[in-house]
């Protein structure tokens, strides 16, 4: 059956295999031209992982490129898989990991330790994913101690651009700016209102911070900070060749077993912070699926955490990347469920939608004329996306806590996991946890009245 043969209520058409659903291009589901032109341009946001890769690992850009590519194509399994999600970053744990990372010497040291550390992350994400036992695993750690991880990732994300050598410090009139009116856009109860009313306005909104990088673009040479940019025409050149000989396991052999032993604490924080993703996607699929009875629409967090399992543990050996693979673009997936809630003509299906958006992306990366355009303001675009993640990191973190001893806990978890790393964070929770709960060790404590009022006074919808 094709997607236009979908009847009302039925799912997209596909090819059973397992648990997977194959949907392809063109037959199982209509290609979004919208969506697709967006994809184009929101690349930018991808590349802006380069200069990460850059400090971190000291690679090339055209090898960082590389990393950013193969990335980009297996973001393409979700949708051909069955997941309707636009998949990104891991975004909150990238601070973590990099204090993990930054304890080894840079070169092979270094690489062997992000390889270790992808890996066990992949390769616990399809064990949970296979047994179906992952909602089992976050519900055994306290409250206190999941509200301290997320805390301390939206924490590290604000350290990373304002401690001494961070991105504020090269761009320091860029971001003020550009964060000032990304959070405005983002976050501003007045433009929230504003948007409604102009359709302009509302198509700037569902933009993501691409806008707010474009102004970048122009206000960074304007202040002296980065260069204009030297369009380039043509097709970009990542360095494969380079990336296999130099940082995979290729060229530099197999990590030695006892960095993947003490990568594990740092592993289940940013697992943590990934089942967060995990069930926000849940929750963003549904409000559509409400909005839509046209399609069913089947979210797995099974087969998501197989998908994303999958995607890790080939990226930890054919191109080790900093961010991660995750199940969730966030705001991407808010973007591509407002569009599809308009209907049928808007858009056929959602996996017409997250589908084309990444096809849009991986063509992007490709485009000289665009990676030109975004490379002098790489920087910014970084220090936009962990300012952002660590706003809604912070608030999603007190939201975690229960109580006001949860919380307690928490701002202290938060803090060590910043200056000492994740496992003396662990150690710090568990400590504080059977100190403070006793035999209520994993139980805790729920006060109502502490939830409702967080609640109310950080305005969640």
Not at 9 to 32: C, D, N, Q, T, V
Not at 387 to 411: C, H
Request: with cysteine.
């Amino acid at each position: 059956m094709k997607w236009k043969d979908r009847k009302f209520g039925e799912e997209s058409p596909y090819i059973p295999a397992g648990p997977f659903k194959i949907r392809l291009p063109f037959i199982h589901y209509r290609f979004e031209w919208p969506d697709y032109v967006q994809g184009l341009l929101m690349c930018a946001v991808d590349l802006s992982a380069i200069p990460l890769l850059i400090e971190l690992l000291g690679m090339p850009f055209e090898v960082a490129l590389a990393i950013i590519v193969l990335n980009g194509l297996f973001y393409l399994l979700h949708h051909l898989l069955g997941d309707p999600a636009v998949p990104g970053w891991i975004t909150p744990a990238i601070p973590l990991i990099m204090l993990y990372c930054q304890q080894f010497p840079e070169g092979p040291e270094r690489v062997h330790s992000l390889i270790a550390f992808q890996m066990t992350l992949g390769i616990l994400s399809l064990f949970l994913g296979a047994t179906g036992l992952a909602s089992r695993v976050v519900q055994l750690i306290p409250a206190a101690m999941k509200s301290g991880v997320i805390l301390g990732a939206g924490f590290a994300a604000i350290i990373s651009v304002f401690q001494i050598g961070g991105k504020f410090d090269a761009f320091p009139w860029t971001i003020t700016i550009a964060i000032g009116i990304g959070f405005y856009l983002l976050f501003s109860k007045h433009f929230a209102t504003f948007q409604n009313r102009n359709p302009f306005w509302g198509t700037i909104a569902k933009l993501g911070i691409f806008p707010v990088i474009i102004i970048a673009v122009v206000i960074a040479p304007l202040f002296g900070e980065a260069a204009w940019p030297t369009i380039e025409w043509g097709f970009s050149s990542p360095d494969f060749i380079t990336l296999w000989n130099e940082y995979t396991v290729f060229g530099l052999g197999f990590p030695p077993l006892m960095m993947f032993i003490t990568g594990l604490p740092t592993v289940l924080a940013a697992y943590i912070v990934l089942f967060g993703d995990v069930l926000q996607t849940k929750a963003l699929v549904e409000d559509g699926a409400a909005a839509r009875p046209d399609e069913k629409i089947e979210y797995s967090p099974s087969r998501a955490h197989l998908i994303f399992g999958m995607r890790n543990s080939v990226m930890s050996i054919l191109g080790p990347d900093i961010t991660m693979s995750g199940p969730l673009w966030s705001a991407m997936q808010v973007v591509m469920i407002e569009r599809f809630k308009k209907g049928r003509k808007a858009m056929d299906s959602i996996f017409g939608g997250v589908g084309s958006f990444r096809w849009g992306t991986n063509t992007g990366l490709f485009l000289l004329p665009i990676v030109s355009l975004v490379e002098p303001i790489l920087g910014v675009a970084l220090a936009l996306t962990m300012l952002i993640q660590g706003y809604v990191s912070v608030k999603v973190g007190i939201l975690e806590s229960r109580s006001q001893r949860d919380l307690g806990i928490a701002g202290i978890i938060g803090a060590v996991l910043c200056i000492k790393g994740a496992a003396w964070g662990f150690a710090v929770g568990l400590l504080l946890c059977f100190l403070i709960y006793g035999k209520d060790f994993f139980k805790g404590e729920v006060d109502d009245t502490f939830i409702k009022d967080s609640k109310t006074d950080t305005n969640i919808d």
